[in-house]
């Protein structure tokens, strides 16, 4: 049964089929449906909103199934509900069981996954730890879960919470009611064991958080995608693709993910590994050093993005726009005492019932804080959560240098259908990045001049051409250079930093043009009907860009001093199978750094090629969409948008390491990074 909570504002309004009351409660929407029932959202006496999980009608008489429902009230009863949903009541109305649990705002890992792509470093760490901690509650409480699944953890104002306790099972026997031979649980969150029918034990559920956490860190499963039996044979026979996880959250997923049960940790395990070990006492302290608060409020503004006020410090980050349920910082919250025997965030007592003490010494141990972690490290502002030892370090030997970049900062959503952005300055690491121009409007792939003592960029009104700018890195001096450039195309400037290369629009046709930035006069290199964009220009004079002229989109560079403007493929059809963009030359102009679509054909690599078409590699690969490579300037770095198109951050590696040591050093909302 989809027992999801959900959001208010996403549930459906009753039909004519849905009962007005059930028991005691009022009902006001529907808020899922599946094939066992459907839950809605009522009230109780006190006016709190409820979760009403009421079975369908033709299912009522079926014994097996009246005794599994009976099953998973008590199951959900025997678990602390600092991890799920408090069970209120339950019952029969008019022969149909019914559940009332506490309505837990905030939408499921899959919706938040689905709506905004991977999950921050922050935010994954939170939802790991937080995940892990329940799976200790629930295995503390003699069950094994084993539905889960991204659909049953809401990210709720505490924390992650796990629900649905339909397919429980006490570890110790069978409760009876699964047929011999019969798969219980979700197709690819279920581990081997449950898929060849051998004994079902609390591993399985830490297989299940294994691939929780890789689809929640990359937006794909790690046995991708296909029907049952697909995906039961890749579960059973293939290795897993973890995507790119930060380590050592990374190691942890892969120790998940064995075959053999045996071999994985327990969910204590995942928890002390993920909170620094040294038993639970460790944990707590480390976990309540951390507190902070819990979730922003749904449908909270996004942060404002500013220069920060004199004396005050660092700008805030720019986020995206008010992610339902996304997990921030509480405002107005402050870090709670550290000092031993200082307070600490307070968490309600479990309920009485079966298993109450052992769950009062978990709470003694792990409960009073596992909301806290939760709350600080899932906060979209703690970008940095993944930096380790290099954060703030800046160009220390291990990091990346910590020259300016130029960006793009998203003032709100909707990214691309909409623009509201501007150009801003981030130094890798830091929390925020720095707006250059007030106002709001669509200011977008900003690019150095070669001394670094101009900015140009493209602004877009919304039509089929845009403008082209120049300000003086303060953020004065802002001069309209030119008119009429295809779409929001970006420009480069000349070694010189006399002209600017741009697409202009001719003739209803991109054609690549140079712009005299002393009189705004326009010389077009190009006369051909191929769609083309993303000029680059090398310090020795080669002009790149990417081009359809072959039916493919492939990289290629012309010289502008030659007379007959002749065209050098670097890319082809064998290495770019699906088509190049995005190239960028490196400061000794010598190679590209360039985008290419993955092998599967559903994202985005960051690749690297020499002019003459010799040397490529791929310096990415996996499901993750990366974008928008830049280099450092001294070469040795590259920068690249990591993520879903709406929600961008920026990442960077070495070259010669590749997403090895690939990692983020910029808030979200934030991309186009041009760092040379």
Known sequence: MDSRHGRARAAGSLGPGDPRRIGEYPLEAKLGEGGMGAVYLGRGRDGRPVAVKVVRAELAGDPAFAARFRDEVANAQKVASFCTAQVLGHGAEGGR??????YIEGPSLQEHVAEHGALSPGLLNGVAVGVAAALVAIHSAGLVHRDLKPGNVLLSIS??????????RALDAATGHTRTG???GSPGWIAPEQILNKPVTAAADVFAWGCLVAFAGSAYHPFGVGDFQ???ARVVHAEPEIGP????????????????????PTARELLLSLTGGGGEAAATTALNRTWTGGLAAPDAPAATVGPPAPGSGPARPAEPPAPVGALAPAAGTQPAPSAPGEPTAAVPEPPAGPGGKGRRRLRKGLLAAVAGVVAVAAGAAVVLQSLGD??????????????????????????????????????????????LLEGEGCDVL????????????TRWSGGATSEVWVVNPDGGGAERKADGINGRSRVAWSPDGASLAAMTRTGGRAQLSVIDLSDGSVEQLTDDRSVKDDPTWSRDGKLAFWSRRDGSQQLYWLDPADPQRRWRQVTTRRVAP??????????????????VMNEAGHGHDIAVIRADGTGYRRLTTGPAHDMDPSWSPDGKWLAFVRGPVATPQIWAMPVDAGQARARPVGPLAVGHPDWS
Not at 245 to 264: F, G, M
Not at 578 to 595: C, K, Q, V
Request: glycine share 10%; proline share 12%; hydrophobic share 45%.
């Open 97 to 102: 069981p019914y559940l009332v649990t506490e």
């Open 446 to 457: 900003p690019q150095w001049s070669p001394r670094r003592d101009r900015i140009a960029f």
């Open 390 to 435: 290099d954060r703030g370090r800046g160009a220390a030997a291990s990091g990346p240098p910590a020259d300016v970049m130029l960006v793009r900062i998203d003032r709100a959503g909707g990214w691309p259908r909409e623009c509201h952005a501007a150009v801003g300055l981030l130094t890798p690491g830091a929390r925020a990045a720095r707006p």
């Open 182 to 184: 019969q798969v219980v």
């Open 230 to 232: 697909l995906m039961a």
């Open 159 to 168: 924390g992650p919470r796990v629900i649905d306790f339909g397919i429980a």
């Open 245 to 264: 996880l930060p380590e050592p959250l990374a190691t942890l997923v892969r120790r998940a993910l064995q075959k053999d049960p045996a071999l994985r």
């Open 578 to 595: 699906h088509g190049a963009n995005d190239p960028i030359w490196s400061p000794d102009g010598r190679w590209l750094a360039f985008t």
